[in-house]
């Protein structure tokens, strides 16, 4: 394992004892923020009055007291704060940017562009709320390794990304698919997405199991992981098959329905994003198919992220005060685009009642799924239709809280849990020493209430301070 600030914090009391602690040196050019209280979701412990001392990027020190001495320009008096680490988001397709009307030999297709201006507003507001590392599940493999290069070479602000290149799937998507049919292009697809740095691939809903299986084992080979946001193949089938994260809190496959809602199901009137509420009207948690579904993702230790919040937008889609709430936060090129492409299109008033009437089933799974021990992370399908970057992210950990799960477990789910879902935890994910200097500093309590952890005052990003207000102001 790695050191963090408990072991520092013993030695510093230690220290302090012999009136030391606050004079030890630091290294040349480190910058020392005190006076903050430290949260570590992952032992729920905190420690008040606490400094950290960064250098290089890095938290070379951590525990309570002032810290060692620095010229005045290097300490940062952080009083009245509360530190988490930086916030990551498991599903944010930061480089997806508007849908647009193709034609291709005459025929009309829609095709996903990315534009750097929104890329680089997307990227910048999730830093402005805290959100320092995502997931990337999906995108033009293209701009996915540019957007990693732009972070990495400092020309971008933004999170860092762990990525997925275009989804794998049987329909093409212009800018967001990559069709495939047998394993060999399969393999393909997926030797291309490696070679050029992806970290995921992503095997979407319309893919046969011998296709998916395919997916998994492919990725896998190339020492990638797999994530599905699954369809016709149920999530305990799924989960057998290897793969190992799945998204959406939609696992809508008729065979995960008890024997006699199957059929109708099937024959359910509507289709698209309306499967989304005729699914779980016909769901009962308490059957034997939800517990085997539940049971497969804990047996497999399969992640998953719910993506709540985009569905509550969809489901909200006739009511702006839910719809609508961090539309500031959002590209304006992309609010202009959602009043065309929605996943609730045509929806009648009857439609969102429906909708809204299956919503406490969907966070009572949800909770149902903390409960039984899947590891869940924070996610939110930004770029979709009204999520707002970074905004949504807070949203997203508030809506778990709503569901019944505690404060620090959701804590653990944006922080130190996605870190190990994506195998960061040896740098990332705890305020520890040795750890990356990402940090986000709050002006309220968010063990209390996570939607406190949308008063950011301040962000650290690889050790460099970044003004929260500064950065949410549109320029
Ligand atoms: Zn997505």
Same mark, same amino acid.
């Given at each position: 394992m790695f050191s963090f600030f408990p072991r520092a914090f013993a030695a510093c009391a230690l220290a302090a004892a012999l009136a030391a602690c606050a004079t030890a040196s630091a290294p040349a050019g480190a910058d020392v923020y005190a006076g903050f209280t430290l949260l570590d979701p992952a032992t729920e412990r905190r420690i008040d009055n606490a400094y950290i001392v960064v250098a290089a990027g890095r938290i070379v020190d951590a525990g309570a007291g002032l810290g060692p001495a620095v010229a005045p320009d290097r300490r940062h008096d952080m009083s009245g704060a509360f530190a988490l680490p930086g916030l990551i988001d498991?599903? =944010?397709? +930061? /480089?997806l940017g508007r849908l647009a009307v193709t034609r291709t030999n005459g025929a009309p297709a829609i095709a996903a562009t990315s534009e750097d201006d929104i890329t680089a507003h997307n990227a910048r507001m999730l830093v402005a709320f805290g959100v320092t590392t995502i997931r990337n599940p999906g995108g033009a493999t293209e701009a996915n390794a540019a957007y990693a290069e732009g972070v990495r070479s400092g020309a971008l602000l933004g999170p860092e990304a762990r990525a997925a290149g275009e989804i794998l799937d049987r329909m093409p998507f212009q800018g967001l698919t990559a069709v495939v049919t047998d394993a060999a292009s399969i393999e393909a697809a997926v030797a291309a997405q490696a070679a050029a740095g992806m970290n995921y691939i992503k095997l979407y809903h319309l893919l046969d199991e011998a296709q998916f299986t395919a997916g998994v084992e492919a990725a896998h080979r190339h020492g990638l992981e797999a994530i599905t946001h699954t369809g016709g193949i149920t999530w305990d089938r799924a989960a057998e098959l290897g793969v190992d994260a799945i998204v959406h809190a939609m696992p809508i496959s008729a065979d995960a329905l008890p024997l006699t809602a199957r059929d109708d199901y099937r024959d359910a009137t509507e289709t698209g994003a309306h499967a989304f509420y005729e699914w779980w009207e016909r769901a009962d948690l308490d059957s034997p198919e939800m517990q085997r579904l539940i049971a497969a993702l804990v047996e497999h230790d399969v992640t998953v992220d719910l993506t709540l919040v985009v569905f509550q937008k969809t489901f909200w889609g006739d009511d702006p005060t839910v719809r609508d709430t961090g539309a500031a936060y959002t590209h304006p090129l992309m609010r202009q685009n959602w009043q065309t492409f929605r996943? *609730?299109?045509?929806?009648r008033e009857e439609h969102y009642r429906r909708a809204r009437a299956v919503w406490p089933k969907i966070m009572r799974f949800a909770r149902m799924l903390h409960e039984a021990g899947v590891k869940l992370t924070i996610g939110t399908d930004q770029a979709n239709p009204f999520v707002a970057p970074g905004f949504d992210t807070i949203a997203e950990m508030r809506l778990h809280q709503e569901a019944g799960i505690p404060p620090w477990a959701v804590l653990r789910m944006a922080t130190s849990q996605a870190a190990e879902t994506l195998h960061m935890e040896d740098r990332i994910g705890r305020i520890a020493?040795?750890?990356? $200097? *990402?940090i986000v500093f709050l002006d $309220? *309590?968010?063990?209390? *209430? +996570? =939607?406190? =952890? $949308? /008063? /950011?005052r301040a962000i650290l990003i690889n050790g460099e301070l970044h003004d929260a207000a500064a950065l949410r102001a549109v320029d």
């Open positions: 498991t599903h =944010a397709h +930061v /480089t996943f *609730d299109i045509g929806w020493r040795g750890m990356e $200097a *990402d $309220a *309590d968010p063990t209390r *209430d +996570v =939607a406190n =952890a $949308a /008063t /950011t």
